[in-house]
């Protein structure tokens, strides 16, 4: 494959590698990879060709696989959750900024998609970097949110009368007698890095413990409009044989819906994670 490139994203968000073959991949450099995914948020990983197996393989170096209990898994391979939209659907998974598994009490460390059907464009997928968002707040925010812990959950979004059961996503998805609801601190330390990360996220955070969600709303949607900002953002653009992982720590992502009419086929695996502090 020749030599590893790493080549950032964005000022404060992501790395795109080239010159690996992640099927053979030696110390060092898993190393080396795992420090960018540590350091930028996401890596997108170029010109792979990972068979089903190959995806479960890279995985299990990263850690423990957490299954997810709502998108279809992949025929013949429980641990790999299919992202898909068909050329007749017109809503698609993960159209808002979120972080994965929140909603659970340990959440997942990050995933890994691969992409398998692309359309001929569009598509992409735009992280942004809570690390760096967190660090932008000033002293005295930083003071309120070190008090705060938020309730996360995921029901409003899955349940039987969540925002994808009134979708044509609705007959795909399961897990809709799944309860998921967990509480962590608004301000997390990274568990790597010990960086400190801004932890709420508009898809699946409800309120601060001990606050109403009307109380809770104007300093969340504040915190939102931080993160969103653009100097924290990266973007990923697809192609045949492109490999993301994420650290689900410290970014958010969103998936563009701008490819009406076309198909688009991600495989993911998710990571599992530790409780976070």
């Not at 957490?66 to 993960?94: C, L, S, W």
């Not at 569009?122 to 000033?138: I, K, P, Q, V």
Request: hydrophobic share 40%; glycine share 10%; proline share 5%.
């Amino acid at each position: 494959m020749g030599e590893m490139q790493i080549r950032p994203l964005a000022a404060q968000c992501g790395a795109e590698i080239t010159g690996i073959d992640v099927r053979d991949l030696g110390e060092a450099d898993f190393a080396a990879i795992s420090r960018a995914l540590t350091e930028t948020g996401v890596i997108l990983l170029r010109d792979q060709q990972l068979s089903p197996q190959d995806h479960i393989a890279f995985a299990r170096r990263w850690g423990a696989i957490d299954v997810n209990n709502y998108f279809p898994a992949n025929g013949g391979h429980p641990e790999i959750a299919e992202v898909r939209k068909a050329e007749t659907q017109m809503v698609n998974i993960g159209g808002g900024w979120h972080t994965d598994h929140s909603y659970d009490a340990e959440p997942a460390m990050g995933s890994i998609l691969v992409a398998r059907e692309l359309p001929p464009m569009g598509g992409d997928t735009l992280f942004t970097n809570l690390g760096a968002a967190y660090d932008s707040l000033s002293e005295g925010l930083k003071a309120t949110l070190a008090g705060l812990r938020a309730v996360h959950s995921a029901d409003h979004i899955y349940g039987p009368n969540g925002v994808y059961a009134k979708t044509d996503q609705a007959a795909d998805l399961k897990g809709q007698d799944v309860r998921a609801n967990a509480v962590h601190p608004a301000v997390i330390r990274h568990p790597v890095s010990g960086r400190r990360i801004l932890y709420v996220n508009p898809a699946f955070t409800l309120h601060f413990e001990g606050w109403t969600r009307e109380e809770s709303q104007p300093l969340l949607q504040y915190l939102y409009a931080v993160a969103m900002r653009p100097e924290f953002q990266c973007r990923l653009n697809w192609q045949p044989g492109s490999v993301a992982v994420w650290d689900n720590r410290s970014t958010w992502h969103l998936a563009m819906n701008d490819y009406q009419g076309h198909r688009r086929l991600m495989h993911r695996i998710t990571i599992s994670g530790v409780a976070l502090s």
